[in-house]
Structure formats: C-alpha cells, structure tokens
C-alpha cells in the first residue's frame, strides 16, 4: 500500500535540531498570515487579555504549608510572570526568599520550572528547569545558606527527584536523545555526576522511568512502565546504594503504585478489578499482596496516600470526586463537599503527621478554595478562596450536568455553565471543551478564563468523553485502542444532546481541545463539520499514522498501547487510517479553524500541525478562515509565563468571537 505524503519535507530531517530554511521560512510565513488576519481584531484581543488579566490577583501566594521546621510558601509581584518562592522558620524568624523564578527566567523566551524539592535537613533545594520548551531540564543544587548553586547534577533530566535520608544524595532520572526516562541514578554530594551510580536502566523503549518516595520518606521509589503497565522498586532512604528491592515483576495491563506506613505496604492495583483495589503487603515479602479495600463497579480508586493516622483515599464515584480517609483499624469516613457536581482534591501536604490535611475544591461556579480538613471531625477550614479583583458573582450563573445518551447506548455526563437567563431555544452560542484519552479526566472546576466567553452570552460545556476515565477505568478503555472511535462519536453526539436541550443550533458551537484532544477536533471536523461555527485545535496530534508508524520518534514505542502499533498490526494499521484527521482531509467545506503548534514541542512535533493545516488549504472547498500558528521558541504548552499564556487564550477566543458573528 502506498500513502501519499506531499508535506513530508515540513519535518526537518535534522530534528529536533530545526534549521532548515525551507521549513523555518514556511512556518514565519505562517505566522506572518496569522498576525495579519488577527491584526483588525487587536482591539477585542486585548480587550479579553484585560478582563482575564484583571480577574488574576496580582500579587497572588499559595497558603504557606508547614514542612519540617520551615513554612513554604510561593508568591507573584504585581506584574510579575513567575512566583517566587520561600519559606520562614516555624519558631520565628525572617521570611527566606529561596528561588526567584523572575530572576532565573530574566532575558529568556522561555522558562518552565520542574522539580523543586528541599533536603530533609533543610539546607539545600534541589531545582530543575527547562530554557527552551523541549522539557529537558536542568537540576542544580543551591545552598540555601548562601543562595548560591554549587552543582550541576545534569542538563537531560526530566520529572520529580528524591532525596536521600540523610540529605547527602539525590535520586533523578535522565532522558536519552528520544526524550525517553531510561534511567535512575544516584547522586552523591561534591562527586562528579559522571561518577553517579546507575540504579536502574530501562530496556524496553515503550517503558519510562520515574523516581519517587513513599509519604513516610522511609523508602525511595524507582517506577518504569507506559499508558498500561507497571513496576516498582524500592530502595532504602537511609542507604540508597542499597540494591533496589523489586516490589513485583511487570505483567502486561496491570498497574500499581505503592505507599508505606506502620511497617506494612499498601498497594493500589487493578490486578483483580478494572476500577482497582487496595492491598497490603510485608516489605519482606513485597509480591504477596492480601486484599485490604476490594474492587468496586461503582467506586472507583484513583490514588492513595499514607498518613501518620490516616490512608487517604482518591476515588470518583459517578463521575465526582471523593476523598475518604481510612484509619488504620478499617474505620473509613468521607469528606463531606457542598455541592452536587464539583472537583475535590488532595492539595501540598509533604508531612506524614499533619495537623490537618490540606485539600482543594472548585466547581463550574465556585473559584478555587483551599481547606484544612481536621483529621477527627473532617470539619473543612476555608484558607483561601481565589479572588478575582475585577469582581465575581456566582448569582449570575447557572451549571448543569446532563446525561446524553450516545450512539451505543452508554450514558455520559456533559458539565455546562451558563449565564442565567441564557436561552434554551437553540439561537444560543456553545463553547464545547474535550480531551478523551490516556484515561485522563476533566473535571467541572472553576475557570476564569472563560468568564469572557460567558460574561458576552455563551454557555460554556465539557463533555466527559470515553477515553478519559471519568466514570471508571473502563470508561477510558471503551475509547482506546480498537474502541477509539467510541472517544470521537462521543464527542458528537454530545454536540447533539447540547443542540436537542435548547442550547444551541447546529454551527452554534465552538470546539476546542489540545493535544490528544487536538486529534478529536481533527476528527469531528473531518465526520461532523456542519455541527461547528469555529474550531480551536491547540498542538494537535493529528499525523496519527505516520507518527504511530516512525519507531525513531521520541513518544512512539511508549504510546503503541494507547494506539495500536500500525508496524506490526494489519487491523491497527487500518483503524489508525481510518481516523488519522491528517490522512481523512477531504474536498468538502470545514468550519473556521485556528491550529497552533510549537518548534520545540517534543511530545507532539510541530509538523504535525504544519502538515496538516497545508493538506487542509489545499484541500477544503470552503473559504473559510484556517490559519496556523506556531510559537518558535516554546513547546507543547505554549508560551510561559502566566500573562503570555492567557494572551494566547484572549486570541483563541477573539477568533472564535469573530468568526460566530459574537
């Protein structure tokens, strides 16, 4: 079989070393389209930058959390890009400024920061960070003394690190030239990283490596695995050279995560059931695992972590978040939340021992609100409420949440929020919001953003799609692999359940989504583009199977479970072609559509975008507005810094404004 390409050159051969002036000056073509059909509607860009501008707190700080002998805290300067980060002693004392993020990203196009993590004896931070969007980052280590840094540990890290016991050592994980978390290694203060011990190296190329530590600190955690297996090892944090202790050997589709507490550990695992179980085990005998919390159809166990008194539960049931804590003579009790559809979370809580835990909630009405649960009463004590300085009235708004039934007959929800009054007769304008893979929910949170969509008359939805684990583990299942399409259907005929409760008409609706999420909109706009006034397409992967089909590609082999592997597989070959938006462009008119991409992008490379807005202009019949931008000096989240990021918001939604006549 033969597949035409015409836009392959797009991908430069030297990547991710982009230097080809062929390819650079195509993509500055495209900008330089782009600034020029935004450019009559800078007045409304900037209007919407203002008012999101104007609902941030200027001078916003997170709650300070005890650790150790310190309070931590992060806090913004008005105007500022980045927080600052610091910490005062509990006893009393002057408050310490230990990063200054500002400083750290002055004169650069980007600056992202990864780990930041303070020894156990409080001295030093050991912090990373990411100068150019590709996500490898560098980790150093600052004497909080002096403030200066005194080593570099390496450039090629990517994800958390972990520190030894003893504060003399430090675990982290470095990526190859694929971008993949291959391996662990072990640090050890004032040696040479090249002399840095090897404590785990990762064969499998579908496989990535994490570094942790159980709550307690006790032990530190070596994890490998992709989108659908696991396997942990641990190691002492008193002797970290010490062979790490391998939990139990990897088996195909089955996952876990371990904690440790009151010498015993506690295991989440879907071994025996799709929505998972809680288990014990002796660290002598860490593969024997005895059943503490069974799988349940209707509850569904998202996480856990050990407490001093208390196992936290993560889980969702129906949907909604909930947070259970079990003591540890079996005695469960839930926390208690306010409303009927909301999202609830565990929030910073680095003790074992806290006084209270501190959690997190929101829903499509309510801003942010951070609490202090008290372990005996599970009272929940408000610490901050998110304030919005231009002014919030939660009056003026209403939020549903439906049930639509799909195609197939399964029941999914789809969280809206409106402006009272909004009319129910189809002549209003809908903004409809996706992801649907990787069993990664959406929860109905609290956005100011889209306060400028519904403050100017829209309604505001998400659709809790297959593909995301929103209901279940098995809700994402049901849209992966050879049950994809179920993820895309879905998404449409949330589209029509919206249209048939009065929210909207056909070509009444905005769509957006990024990444993954960036696939679905390039398939709904290939199946369904009469539903559709705009589309929103944020880093999209959309050249499915030519990614799926190139093993040299940094996220390819990783992301064969969670797509098929069209190199082996005739009927996974087939699946991915029938649905790749980049390969199902046909003659026929689409919908206005903005798509966005980044240079450095690792995760969904910036031809992706580029190829498949060239086989668009060349193909649609409409003319429509399509236009592509592609930030040249950032990666797969865009700009950062909070300001430039919402700045990107306000043009997205000027473009959707513009091209639905709002």
């Not at 371990?258 to 860490?286: C, M």
């Not at 209270?356 to 942010?368: E, H, Q, W």
């Not at 949330?494 to 398939?523: P, R």
Request: charged share 25%; proline share 6%.
């Amino acid at each position: 079989m033969t597949i035409d390409d015409p836009w392959a050159w797009l991908k430069d051969p030297a990547y991710p070393n982009v230097s080809d002036e062929d390819v650079l000056g195509y993509l500055r073509e495209e900008n330089a389209y782009f600034e020029a059909a935004m450019a009559p509607h800078e007045t409304l860009i900037d209007a919407i930058f203002e008012e999101m501008k104007g609902r941030l707190k200027q001078d916003d700080a997170s709650v300070p959390q005890k650790e150790g002998d310190y309070l931590y805290w992060w806090a913004y300067e008005t105007g500022g890009q980045y927080p600052r980060w610091w910490r005062r002693p509990v006893a009393g004392g002057e408050d310490q400024l230990i990063l200054d993020e500002p400083k750290e990203a002055e004169g650069k196009e980007y600056f992202r920061l990864g780990a930041l993590t303070v020894s156990p004896n409080g001295r030093l931070l050991a912090w990373a960070a990411d100068e150019s969007g590709a996500e490898r980052f560098t980790l150093r280590i600052r004497d909080l003394a002096t403030g200066a840094d005194v080593e570099t540990v390496s450039t090629v890290i990517n994800g958390g690190v972990a520190w030894s016991a003893g504060s003399d050592a430090l675990l982290y994980t470095e990526v190859n030239d694929n971008w993949r978390s291959y391996r662990a290694l072990l640090h050890r203060l004032g040696t040479e990283p090249a002399t840095d011990s090897q404590l785990y190296e990762e064969a499998d190329e579908g496989f990535r490596v994490a570094v942790g530590a159980t709550h307690d600190r006790a032990w530190l955690i070596v994890a490998t695995g992709d989108n659908q297996t696991s396997e942990i090892r641990i190691i002492p944090a008193a002797d970290p050279s010490a062979p790490p202790v391998l939990v139990s050997e990897r088996q195909v589709k089955r996952q876990y995560s371990v904690e440790l507490a009151h010498g015993s550990l506690w295991i989440l695992t879907n071994d025996t059931h799709v929505n998972f179980r809680i288990a014990r085990a002796d660290p002598a005998t860490p593969g024997v695992w005895e059943d503490v919390v069974a799988g349940s159809d209707r509850t569904y166990l998202t996480g856990i972590v050990a407490f001093d008194r208390h196992l936290m539960i993560a889980a969702r049931v129906d949907g909604l978040d909930q947070i259970i804590l079990r003591s540890w003579d079996g005695t469960e009790r839930q926390v208690a939340f306010p409303e009927a559809s909301y999202s609830a979370g565990a929030s910073h809580n680095p003790e074992f021992a806290p006084a209270a835990y501190r959690l997190t909630y929101s829903s499509m009405v309510t801003p942010l609100t951070v609490y202090d649960c008290d372990p005996d009463s599970l009272a929940l004590t408000p610490l901050k409420v998110q304030e919005i300085p231009s002014g919030y009235d939660p009056s003026k708004y209403a939020t549903e949440r439906l049930t639509v039934a799909t195609r197939d007959g399964a029941q999914m929800p789809v969280s809206v929020v409106y402006p009272k009054g909004f009319p129910r007769d189809g002549s209003g304008k809908l903004f409809l919001y996706a992801y649907g893979a990787y069993g990664h929910a959406i929860p109905p949170s609290f956005s100011t953003g889209r306060l400028s969509l519904l403050d100017r008359g829209w309604a505001y939805a998400i659709a809790h799609i297959r593909g995301g684990d929103d209901l279940g583990y098995d809700w994402y299942l049901q849209g992966k692999t050879e049950a994809r399409w179920n993820t895309f259907h879905d998404f449409s005929d949330a589209a029509k359940g919206l249209i048939a409760a009065g929210f909207c008409s056909a070509g009444g609706i905005a769509i957006n989504g990024g990444s993954a999420g960036g696939e679905l909109m390039g398939v709904v706009a290939n199946t369904d583009p009469e539903l559709w006034g705009a589309v929103v397409a944020d880093v999209p992967f959309v050249d499915v199977l030519n990614t799926m089909l190139d093993a040299d590609l940094p996220l390819t082999p990783g992301e064969w479970p969670e797509w098929g592997n069209p190199i082996t597989d005739k009927a996974a070959f087939e699946l991915i072609r029938s649905y790749s938006p980049y390969d199902n462009v046909a003659a026929k008119a689409y919908p206005p559509m903005l798509i966005t991409g980044g240079l450095n992008d690792p995760r969904v490379t910036y031809w992706e975008p580029a190829k498949w807005a060239a086989r668009l202009r060349a193909t649609k019949t409409d003319d429509n507005l399509l236009l592509l931008k592609i930030n040249m000096g950032a990666g797969h989240g865009g700009k950062s810094g909070r300001f430039a990021a919402l700045h990107e918001r306000a043009e997205a939604f000027a473009f959707v404004l513009t091209q639905m006549g709002s």
